[in-house]
C-alpha cells in the first residue's frame, strides 16, 4: 500500500514522505491515526503543503538550534499543580506541561515530543528537563514546580 505520511513516524519516514507499507500496517494503524493519507496523483499538492509546514518547524541548523538552546537556558520555567501538604502532587507534570509552560514564560514552541523528563515529576520543587532541539543539540532547563 502506497501511503503519503502526515506526520513523523518512527522508523518509517516524516511528514511529507511517500512510504510503501504492508495492507494491514497502513489500514489498521497509520490511516486511522491520521499518521498518513492514501496516496494518488492528485495528492502532490497535500505532500508540498506538508512539506512547507515541515520545513517552517523545523529547526533550521545547529547554529539556530545552539541559538534557541540560549534563550531556552535563560527562561524561568513555572508550573503550578494542586499539591498535597507534604509536596507530592496529585498526578504529575508531563511533557505537554513543560511545553505549555516553556511558551506562557515567552520562550519558542517546542514539541512535546522534544521534552524529555528523566522520570516523573511527582513533585513541588525544581527539576531538570531536557529539551532535544536537533539530534546534537539538547538544551536543559530547570522547571520551579509550585503547589496551586
Avoid: C
Avoid at 545547529?62 to 534563550?71: D, F, M, T, Y
Avoid at 502532587?89 to 521534552?115: E, M, Q, S, Y
Amino acid at each position: 500500500m502506497k501511503l503519503i505520511l502526515t506526520a513523523a513516524v518512527d522508523h518509517l519516514g516524516i511528514a511529507g514522505d511517500i512510504v510503501e507499507v504492508k495492507d494491514g500496517y497502513g489500514r489498521n494503524y497509520l490511516l486511522p491515526r491520521g499518521y498518513a493519507i492514501r496516496w494518488t496523483r492528485g495528492a502532490e499538492k497535500q505532500i508540498e503543503g506538508i512539506s512547507r509546514a515541515r520545513e517552517a518547524r523545523t529547526v533550521r541548523d545547529n547554529s539556530h538550534a545552539l541559538e534557541l538552546r540560549g534563550q531556552l537556558e535563560d527562561l524561568s520555567v513555572e508550573l503550578s499543580a494542586r499539591a498535597a501538604g507534604e509536596g507530592r502532587l496529585f498526578g504529575a507534570i508531563t511533557a505537554a506541561d513543560v511545553a505549555a509552560a516553556i511558551k506562557k514564560a515567552g520562550g519558542p514552541a517546542v514539541a512535546k515530543r522534544a521534552v524529555q523528563i528523566a522520570k516523573p515529576i511527582k513533585t513541588v520543587g525544581e527539576h531538570k528537563v531536557g529539551v532535544k532541539l536537533t539530534e546534537a543539540v539538547t538544551a536543559h532547563l530547570p522547571v520551579k514546580v509550585v503547589a496551586a
